[in-house]
Nanobody, 118 residues
Framework: QVQLVESGGGLVQPGGSLRLSCAAS????????MGWYRQAPGKQRELVAS???????NYADSVKGRFTISRDNAKNMVYLDMNSLKPEDTAVYYC????????????WGQGTQVTVSS
C-alpha cells in the first residue's frame, strides 16, 4: 500500500511558476513509476508527466519545455516544476504511483488545485 500526499497548488498569474510536491509513504518507492495527471472541469484526467528514473521521463506535448518532473528516491518524493503557466493549465493535479512490475498496484493522491488566472 502506498499513500500519496500532494502539496504546492494555488493561484498564480499567467507566465508564473509553481512547484508541486508529492510525498509517498510505504516501502519500495524506487519500484514505482511516478506520474502527475490533471483534470480540468468537464474534461478527462490526462497524463502530464511521468518518471521512472532521472533520465527516463515522459511529458504531454502541451507541457514540454515548460514543466519538469523529478524524483528523490531517498526522500520518497516526486516534484513537478511548472513554468510559463497558462490559463489552460488550470486543473486539479493528481500524483500517481504505478508499480513497474505489478501495475495493479496503482495509487492516487487526493489532488491539489492549480489555478492560472490574472
Amino acid at each position: 500500500q502506498v499513500q500519496l500526499v500532494e502539496s504546492g497548488g494555488g493561484l498564480v498569474q499567467p507566465g508564473g511558476s509553481l512547484r508541486l510536491s508529492c510525498a509517498a509513504s510505504g516501502s519500495s518507492f524506487v519500484f514505482y513509476v511516478m506520474g502527475w495527471y490533471r483534470q480540468a472541469p468537464g474534461k478527462q484526467r490526462e497524463l502530464v508527466a511521468s518518471i521512472i528514473s532521472g533520465d527516463s521521463t515522459n511529458y504531454a506535448d502541451s507541457v514540454k519545455g515548460r514543466f519538469t518532473i523529478s524524483r528523490d528516491n531517498a526522500k520518497n518524493m516526486v516534484y513537478l516544476d511548472m513554468n510559463s503557466l497558462k490559463p489552460e493549465d488550470t486543473a486539479v493535479y493528481y500524483c500517481n504511483a504505478r508499480h513497474r512490475i505489478m501495475p495493479a498496484r496503482n495509487y492516487w493522491g487526493q489532488g491539489t488545485q492549480v489555478t492560472v488566472s490574472s
